[in-house]
């Protein structure tokens, strides 16, 4: 057996920051300074400035909408994944009338009621 050295020790590396969190932080962020741009631009005075500010402030709002969505969908994907027989039944969940209903007009279009 060899004996230990003190001096061989390793402490193991700080935690990671989430990629998730920081990815949500970022999000966090974009809409904050949308947010920032619309309440300076409901206090300018100068018209024409308000009016740069309201649109700056949409243009960032729907781009901090759209990296949202894209976090949503690449979750989704994941969900899917490894848990495909959950994301089905919320799916029903919230799908299934439409189903029934599409399911329906179908038979009714095909003579089946």
């Known amino acids: 057996m060899v004996p230990h050295d003190p ?8 935690p990671r920051r989430s990629l998730f969190r920081e990815e949500l932080g970022r999000l966090r962020a974009m809409y904050e300074h949308a947010d920032r741009l619309a309440r300076t631009a409901e206090t300018a005075a100068d018209r024409t400035l308000a ?3 309201r649109r700056e402030a949409e243009a960032s709002f ?11 969908l690449l979750m989704l994907r994941h969900a899917i994944e490894h848990r495909r027989d959950t994301v089905r039944a919320y799916l029903m969940l919230v799908l299934g009338d439409d189903f029934q209903e599409l399911g329906d007009a179908i038979a009714l279009a095909e003579g089946r009621r």
């Not at 001096?7 to 590396?13: D, L, M, Q």
């Open 7 to 14: 001096g061989s020790y390793k402490p193991p590396p700080p």
């Open 51 to 53: 009016e740069d500010l």
């Open 62 to 72: 729907w781009a901090a909408s759209a990296e949202l969505g894209d976090l949503l």
